[in-house]
């Protein structure tokens, strides 16, 4: 008689907002998960799903790991976060229960970064400028004052995930790397091309400036009038990291003042700025509406990163992308 299948070790359940469950965990990362055990969605899961369970799959739009959700999940081990930041989904409550987290910023810091580097280019050419120009004065502009990518300064405020493949992505190239993190290591920045520095040296010195900090109660503003008003002639600015970490009023006053100024704001404070803010009716500001991380396409990339994860635990293997509690305070 052959041997009966052995029992699968855990329900996966998944937690993921009804708008993006098609797009994060499609049939691919489905059959994966599947692969460990039955996948069902939390929302629907009866009691013997919720007491078989050891794994939650989240995503943007899952429910708050407070106490009485945890309550009803009480085999669970791994929480497999397909999407970014744990910030509002993972209570002081589950860090308690022991429950290990794992997050897929790193796959959605690869959209950012690609999105960054893009906007570098375009900053180096006046791309965006230009273009908005043509269109609002229905006539070509002319090329001048334009100052070319080789030699170009950039600055990374955040040395995180992000900044560091956008490091990654420009160091080949020919551009001088400044950065500024205080609690990233000087060498460890140096060996990756970058070179750390103040924050009010890297905004003065640099051609592009870009955000990548964690928007945290110690950096909200980080960047107010007097940051600033030390960027470098013609420089731009690209802010796709949190709104918050800008004084948007000292920013439109700024860009308004020095027209040399630009501005790609992927993110603001609030968003979306309503309408008749200062920083719309500008024509040195590229404003997107926080599209740089993944979207679309690259939505399966975050269900992927969290199978992997899977996977990696149910092969009892190190999980290579654990939170843990100490960090969140100077993270995303
Ligand atoms: N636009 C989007 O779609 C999108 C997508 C993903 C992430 N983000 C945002 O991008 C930013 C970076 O994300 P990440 O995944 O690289 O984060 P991360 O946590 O990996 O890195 C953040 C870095 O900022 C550093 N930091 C903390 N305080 C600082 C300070 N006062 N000054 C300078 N650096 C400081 C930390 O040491 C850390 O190295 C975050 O704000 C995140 O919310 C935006």
């Known amino acids: 008689m052959p041997t009966p299948p052995a029992a699968p070790p855990t329900t996966i359940l998944t937690a993921v907002g009804e708008e993006w469950a098609g797009s994060v965990l499609p049939a691919a990362v489905r059959d994966r998960l599947a692969a460990h055990g039955p ?5 629907t899961a009866d009691d013997g799903a919720l007491a078989a369970a050891r794994v939650l799959v989240t995503g943007w739009g899952a429910p708050v790991l407070d106490a009485a959700t945890l309550d009803r999940l009480p085999r669970l081990e791994l929480v497999a976060h397909a999407a970014g930041s744990v910030w509002g989904l993972v209570t002081p409550e589950a860090w308690a229960r022991g429950v290990r987290v794992t997050s897929a910023a790193h796959a959605n810091a690869r959209a950012v970064a690609d999105f960054t580097v893009s906007m570098v280019h375009l900053a180096v050419k006046n791309v965006l400028r230009l273009g908005l120009t043509a269109a609002q004065k229905h006539a070509m502009p002319g090329r001048d004052g334009i100052r070319g990518l080789d030699g170009a300064v950039v600055g990374l405020v955040g040395f995180g995930l992000i900044a560091r493949l956008t490091a990654a992505a420009l160091r080949p190239l020919d551009v001088r790397l400044l950065g500024h993190d205080p609690y990233y290591d000087a060498g460890d920045a140096r060996r990756a091309g970058v070179e750390l520095v103040g924050l009010p040296e890297l905004l003065a010195a640099s051609d592009v400036v870009s955000v990548h900090a964690p928007l945290t109660d110690g950096t909200r503003g980080m960047l107010g009038a007097a940051e600033l008003g030390l960027l470098a002639p013609s420089a731009t600015l690209i802010n796709t990291a949190r709104g918050g970490l800008v004084d948007h009023d000292a920013l439109a006053r ?13 993110v603001t404070d609030p968003e979306p700025l309503p309408a008749g803010h200062p920083l719309l009716g500008l024509s040195n500001v590229f404003l997107t509406p926080h599209v740089a991380g993944s979207l679309g396409t690259e939505e399966a990339r975050l269900g992927h990163a969290a199978a992997d994860e899977v996977e990696r635990w149910a092969a009892g293997e190190p999980l290579r992308h654990e939170v843990r509690p100490e960090q969140l305070p100077f993270t995303a």
């Open 39 to 43: 996948v069902v969605d939390l929302a």
């Open 254 to 266: 700024l860009l308004a003042d020095r027209e040399d100024l630009f501005a790609v704001l992927d």
